[in-house]
């Protein structure tokens, strides 16, 4: 007697991968699959990724939830023919990094979305991933000063740095360099003096010594009260 074959659908794939992922080897099988696939399996059964993956059947528009979610399956998913650079590049930066020498293309890599996460996620890979000219300063200064601050002499530039978004940082992690980047002109008062006076205290002027200690004491008994 021979038995009709069963197919899921999406939804049906869809509702059992949200429902019942935790039974996900009771009713999976690839031959039942007649559809792509479903984006939730990314999220709810990536334990089982090996199991269900077909790059053939995957919607590769959605590669950036590979990424996301499935990172440590790289080795299994990755092409970078078909990976989703427009949507997905920040991804890989973030969850991708231990990668990093398989995947960084910077023909390919989206800068402007991008940028941010190689400098805090990628920073032990500064000196393959740096280009002045395609990385965003706009919107990346913070983290580049934040996260790349020991490699400061090679990508300080006072014109292309974010002055608004980034004197905090460079006050507070990149003081070992002040004589480099300090600029009084240029340098964002509003959002660093309280870092100036916490970290760049050695290069004060003689004079303004003793308002920095003060000021140091009254963020302190400041930062009690709060407490209090």
Known sequence: MSHKKVCLSYDEVRLLAEKY????????????????????????????????WDPDKFD???????????????????NPDQYNWDEGSCDL??????????????????????????????????????????FDWE???HELAKYCSRWLPVWWNAKKFNWKSGSK??????????????NPRKFDWESGSIALVLYCTEYVNP????????????LKLKSCTKRR
């Open 93 to 134: 930066a973030c969850c991708c990094s231990d990668y990093f020498d398989v995947w960084w293309n910077p023909s390919k890599f989206q800068w402007k979305k991008g940028s941010w996460a190689l400098a805090k996620y990628c920073n032990e890979y500064f000196v393959k991933w740096w280009d002045s000219k395609k």
């Open 60 to 78: 590769w528009s959605y590669s950036d939830l590979l990424a996301k979610y499935c990172s440590e399956y790289f080795p299994l998913w990755w």
């Open 21 to 52: 992922s935790d039974c996900f080897m009771d009713w999976w099988h690839p031959d039942a699959i007649d559809c792509d696939t479903p984006m939730v399996l990314l999220r709810t059964c990536k334990d089982y990724f090996p199991m269900w």
């Open 139 to 141: 919107c990346a200064s």
């Open 169 to 182: 940082e460079l006050a507070k992690y990149c003081s070992q360099y002040f004589d480099i980047w300090w």
């Open 207 to 218: 004079r303004w010594r003793r308002l920095t200690e003060i000021a140091k004491k009254l």
